[in-house]
């Protein structure tokens, strides 16, 4: 049952503010907590940023004191001592093994011919080096100090190289060549600390990345830092990335708890100030509920009766007392036999009280006569439910009672008229059967004229009997299909199940393309056939199926009666789709406005001149029974195509 609102106690402007102060203080307490919080995660920012910034001041610095390094090994070669391929590889091993990025070392002469290599070629990565050309080299012997060149792609890795002349007695006695994986170079001097808190990376001047160390761990891309690697210089630049560090759980849980306790303060201060309103509008509250409940009696149109385990009257509402026409006080507190009770039902009365009280009676409810106070019966319907106190214990039983009488009354009368419904019904019927056989009886008796004016133009003509026989036999064949028609559709309109048997759907359609040649030829008509060699044999009433298809065909044809000779065209296909037997019927008519589309199929509608209206109706009706489905559409060559769609028999 819904309540009224109960409307709260207006509070005074002082009591309001006493109310809303330590909502507000504890307000700015959360708000200067969250500020701290966000200044102290702005200082730990900044102070990574500086770190981030020593860092890699300090990767800087150790790279380029290994490419010093290298530098200074590379300028020590002594072209005499380094003549013989072991002192080469002797004096070029330590640079390689050494884990400063160096994958090859090569000597080369002034004229930059290679002498030697090591590792050698063979046994190297690719190297295909553009610094070892002749420019870069006469760059290195002119400057008489290293230089280094571009990078260059060797497979999935880019690499680099240092040119260091080596002069004697103020001669360039040769150069010796570093190469550099950018690849290895990181891995190797980039030491583990610095990995695990960055991801290091060198790209080159349009942001390609050229090589880097990392993990999988997830990026902070908006505090990055990058700085030029000169040496080796070409635009190439040291770019490091951190690595997003989680939320120390000690910050969390104190921000969690903060906030909990801060929500924990405001939820008890909204519940204590919902606490003290609701004691201060109980009272009113109580007076609205009484209000309203007394107001809900009053005014409900449906009985109720509340008895107690031994059947004692309870509570009675107005609506009750107004239908038996006692008072509350007559009623409340009798126990059976009650004054309402008729004295004609009186034992089928005490059979539904006892039933009552055992808990047996219908859920739906249950039909009884009654007894008003000046004697009249009334039909009741009454609807038990178990009566349930506060402590979840069954005390009684709660009835809502409904007087039926008129309600009865009306269906009475529903029900004959009903019954002349029905009557009327067998009348349309025995109408609709009567147009049925007109309409489908026009085309075999139209047949066996034809084939009755044959005969007799044969036997004028002194045809051979075989002839006479042979036209008499279709005369005879049009006969019996004509009485096929008559008994099934009698059938059918008796609202019977089609006759189902095994049907071949191309046989039956090859049939009716053959019946209508002759009338197609008359009225300038193409039939075109498209039906499938596969269709399926279906479960369906040979004579009604085809009468309905055979409708449809006729009506098409029908309706090309204004269309140009060299138009006039007639499609029926048939195939599977959709794991149903489509059969469509195309023709290139005049087509079928949007008024008439709605009320097409009704019975007794039709657009002919001398149409009776029954015949797309009887197809529907025949291809509903066959559980499928009649439709049409508009054909985009102009005209309409209907559709029936079959499903296929159970396997």
Known sequence: MTVPAVPRPAATSSGQLWWWLPRVSILLLVSGIFALFWYLQRSDREEQRATLISDMLWLEQS????????????????????????????????????????????????????????????????????????????????????????????????????????????????????????????????????????????????????????????????????????????????????????????????????????????????????????????????????????????????????????????????????????????????????????????????AMHAKVLAGEAPSEGFEIKLKRRNGEIFDALIIEAPLIDSQGRHTGWMGSVVDITERKRVAELARQQEERLQASARLITMGEMASSLAHELNQPLAAISSYATGCRNLIAAGAPQSEIDGAIAKCQQQAQRAGRIIRRIYEFVRRQEPKSEPCDIGILLADLVTLLESEARRQRVRLQRDIAPDLPILQADRILLGQAILNLMKNGIDAMSQTDEAARQLTLRAALHDGQVLISVADRGCGIEPETAAQLFEPFYTTKQEGLGVGLKICRSVVEAHHGRLWFEANPAGGTIFHIALPLPAT
Request: glycine share 8%.
């Open 63 to 350: 790279l380029r004191f290994v490419l010093d390094h290298n530098e200074d090994l590379l300028g020590r070669f002594d072209p005499q001592r380094i003549a013989r391929r072991e002192t080469f590889e002797a004096h070029a091993a330590p640079l390689v093994t050494s884990n400063s990025g160096v994958i090859q070392v090569l000597w080369l002469a002034p004229s930059g011919e290679k002498l030697d290599a090591y590792p050698p070629v063979a046994d190297a990565p690719s190297v295909a080096s553009p610094a070892t050309g002749a420019a870069t080299q006469r760059l290195a012997g002119s400057v008489a100090h290293a230089v280094y060149g571009p990078p260059y792609p060797v497979g999935s890795d880019w690499q680099f190289d240092v040119l260091v002349p080596v002069f004697r007695s103020g001669e360039l006695a040769g150069i010796a060549v570093g190469v550099y994986s950018i690849r290895r170079l990181l891995a190797d001097t980039v030491p583990w600390w610095i990995a695990e808190r960055y991801r290091i990376a060198i790209v080159d001047q349009s942001g390609q990345r050229l090589g880097q160390r990392s993990n999988i761990a997830e990026l902070e891309t908006d505090n990055d830092y990058q700085m030029p690697f000169d040496p080796p210089g070409h635009g190439l630049i040291l770019h490091a990335t951190p690595y997003r560090s989680a939320t120390p759980m000690a910050g969390r849980v104190i921000m969690t708890g903060l906030a909990f306790l801060a929500a924990l303060v405001l939820f008890s201060l909204w519940t204590l100030r919902r606490h003290v309103q609701g004691r201060l509008a109980a009272e009113s509250a109580l007076q609205n509920e009484v209000a309203f409940r007394k107001a809900m009696e009053d005014s409900v149109q449906t009985g109720l009766r509340a008895r107690n385990l031994d059947g004692r009257i309870t509570y009675v509402n107005p609506a009750f007392c107004r239908m038996v026409g006692f008072s509350p006080e007559e009623l409340i507190g009798r126990l059976p036999p009650m004054p309402y009770w008729a004295e004609e039902y009186l034992d089928e009365t005490r």
